[in-house]
């Protein structure tokens, strides 16, 4: 990423005994050294509150793409696998989308995917997926839980997330969390 760019985020989903947790940091770093916000909201509830959505990246073009992706919720009818697939044809395809820096989690009860610009929608081989800054150090985290513990989707997203905040200067602890 350009060193002029905003960079941060943590988003960090887990899917376990029926319930799907998604959480966000809320730390906004600009030019890798100068925090600028402490609490952004980067976890949303879209499709009549159905759909989970967490993004990485440059804010405006995140919120550009989470605009577009509630268009095609709306479009197919809340159906996530089609408005993924047509969201990542459409950001790959698209001259001014193209161009936008950003990552996408979203998840119902029943799936969860990662939308990129390069056209990829990639569902987790596991039920957990993180992206960002702290992503790597949140999704291992998470393992572990998952495999030694009996905590609860909430739980694990909210402990692998202080834990990845304890080590990621790009994340903090003012942790959103959404639950299906």
Do not use: H
């Not at 809340?78 to 193209?98: F, P, Y």
């Not at 998952?146 to 905040?165: D, G, P």
């Amino acid at each position: 990423m350009d060193e002029k760019m905003v960079r941060s985020t943590t988003i960090l989903c887990v899917r376990r005994n029926g319930k799907v947790a998604m959480a966000g940091d809320g730390q906004v770093t600009f030019s890798n050294s100068m925090i600028m916000k402490r609490n952004a909201k980067k976890v949303r509830r879209l499709y009549k509150d159905k759909i989970l959505a967490g993004f990485s990246g440059s804010s405006a073009d995140a919120i550009t793409l989470l605009t577009k992706f509630e268009e095609k919720l709306d479009e197919y009818s809340g159906n996530l696998s089609r408005a993924a697939v047509e969201l990542a044809r459409d950001w790959r395809r698209d001259k001014i989308l193209t161009k936008l820096e950003a990552l996408i989690i979203v998840s119902d009860k029943n799936n969860t995917f990662v939308i990129s610009g390069t056209g990829d929608v990639i569902e987790p081989d596991d039920d957990i997926i993180a992206i960002g800054s702290g992503g790597p150090y949140a999704q291992a985290a998470a393992k572990a839980l998952m495999l030694k513990t009996n905590m609860s989707a909430v739980e694990i997203v909210r402990e692998a997330m202080e834990i990845a905040a304890s080590i990621c200067v790009f994340t903090n602890n003012e942790i959103t969390v959404e639950v299906l």
